[in-house]
């Protein structure tokens, strides 16, 4: 890793950007290794202008390191955004905005709307929700053989309409032993093949495949209660992204992780993305 990146703790991301001009050095470099490219026409033929901006010799349009990423037209300063990247990385159980508020020293709504714009760049190219979904329809089990469950049904006729609506026919659902399901046994055998994944006692007894539990389910259950208390379900997607981007690099240090969140910052993400009114735009 580049000297330029290896920022390992909160307090060498707060020591080394101390102002806004080694933010933007810094911006510039994680964009353009030493080579600036013009945002609006890929032309490589920029000039540096007195005042920190760029000119493109292509098509003579001026622009600064702020263009094409996260952090165009932002009126915080670039310090206050990289803490917040740095801390929603590397905070376990993720961060709030009430806490992100306190430690940055802004108000919780701006918190909110940070780290609303920090989950959507955190999302990678293949977390996507399919509007219907096939194969095996599994539940998650921990190794005393207890379901993690989710409340989104509390009974067969909820149940029911929510298999015709997002599993296509053919798919093999592998129930759980909740009460709830038994009625769909006979109901269901035409057009799902409906099983039972594993007796009660199965990990119990076979403690060499306790290796196929999944704890990512508990974790997310832990960060949005125990750390978010509420999430809202038209931006709950949004915090699986964030839980995700922890999940797949928790065996890199600090300073990767920030690193591969700093590569993503690619991407213009407008106010009505992140508008509380809005239902899973992105």
Same mark, same amino acid.
């Given at each position: 890793?580049?000297?330029?990146?290896?920022?390992?703790?909160?307090?060498?991301?707060?020591?080394?950007?101390?102002?806004?001009?080694?933010?933007?050095?810094?911006?510039?470099? &994680?964009?353009?290794?030493? %080579?600036? *490219?013009?945002?609006?026409? +890929?032309?490589?033929?920029?000039?540096?202008?007195? $005042? =920190?901006?760029?000119?493109?010799?292509?098509?003579?349009?001026?622009?600064?390191?702020?263009?094409?990423?996260?952090?165009?037209?932002?009126?915080?300063?670039?310090?206050?955004?990289?803490?917040?990247?740095?801390?929603?990385?590397?905070?376990?159980?993720?961060?709030?905005?009430?806490?992100?508020?306190?430690?940055?020293?802004?108000?919780?709504?701006?918190?909110?709307?940070?780290?609303?714009?920090?989950?959507?760049?955190?999302?990678?190219?293949?977390?996507?929700?399919?509007?219907? &979904?096939?194969?095996?329809? %599994?539940? *998650?089990?921990?190794?005393? +053989?207890?379901?993690?469950?989710?409340?989104?049904? $509390? =009974?067969?006729?909820?149940?029911?309409?929510?298999?015709?609506?997002?599993?296509?026919?053919?798919?093999?659902?592998?129930?759980?032993?909740?009460?709830?399901?038994?009625?769909?046994?006979?109901?269901?055998?035409?057009?799902?093949?409906?099983?039972?994944?594993?007796?009660?006692?199965?990990?119990?007894?076979?403690?060499?495949?306790?290796?196929?539990?999944?704890?990512?389910?508990?974790?997310?259950?832990?960060?949005?209660?125990?750390?978010?208390?509420?999430?809202?379900?038209?931006?709950?997607?949004?915090?699986?992204?964030?839980?995700?981007?922890?999940?797949?690099?928790?065996?890199?240090?600090?300073?990767?992780?920030?690193?591969?969140?700093?590569?993503?910052?690619?991407?213009?993400?407008?106010?009505?993305?992140?508008?509380?009114?809005?239902?899973?735009?992105?």
């Amino acid at each position: 890793m580049n000297s330029k990146t290896a920022f390992n703790s909160f307090a060498e991301v707060t020591r080394k950007l101390t102002n806004e001009n080694n933010c933007k050095e810094y911006l510039a470099w &994680v964009r353009w290794h030493g %080579k600036p *490219k013009c945002p609006y026409c +890929g032309c490589e033929r920029v000039y540096h202008k007195k $005042d =920190g901006r760029y000119a493109c010799a292509g098509c003579k349009n001026t622009f600064s390191v702020l263009v094409g990423t996260i952090f165009q037209n932002t009126k915080l300063p670039l310090a206050t955004w990289f803490k917040a990247i740095f801390l929603i990385c590397n905070s376990k159980k993720g961060i709030s905005s009430c806490q992100l508020s306190m430690i940055l020293g802004i108000t919780q709504k701006t918190a909110w709307f940070m780290l609303q714009k920090l989950r959507i760049m955190l999302k990678e190219n293949t977390d996507d929700f399919p509007d219907v &979904v096939q194969g095996d329809i %599994k539940e *998650k089990r921990n190794r005393k +053989g207890k379901l993690f469950k989710i409340r989104l049904s $509390d =009974g067969p006729l909820i149940i029911h309409p929510m298999l015709y609506k997002y599993i296509i026919p053919s798919s093999r659902i592998f129930r759980d032993h909740r009460i709830c399901y038994q009625p769909l046994l006979e109901s269901e055998k035409s057009r799902y093949q409906i099983e039972d994944p594993y007796p009660i006692n199965y990990f119990e007894n076979n403690a060499d495949n306790q290796h196929i539990v999944d704890c990512f389910w508990q974790q997310l259950k832990r960060m949005v209660m125990g750390v978010n208390h509420y999430v809202s379900s038209s931006h709950f997607h949004r915090y699986v992204y964030e839980a995700l981007f922890r999940r797949n690099y928790k065996d890199e240090s600090n300073g990767v992780r920030f690193c591969v969140a700093m590569n993503r910052i690619h991407c213009i993400i407008p106010y009505y993305v992140v508008s509380p009114k809005n239902s899973k735009v992105s």
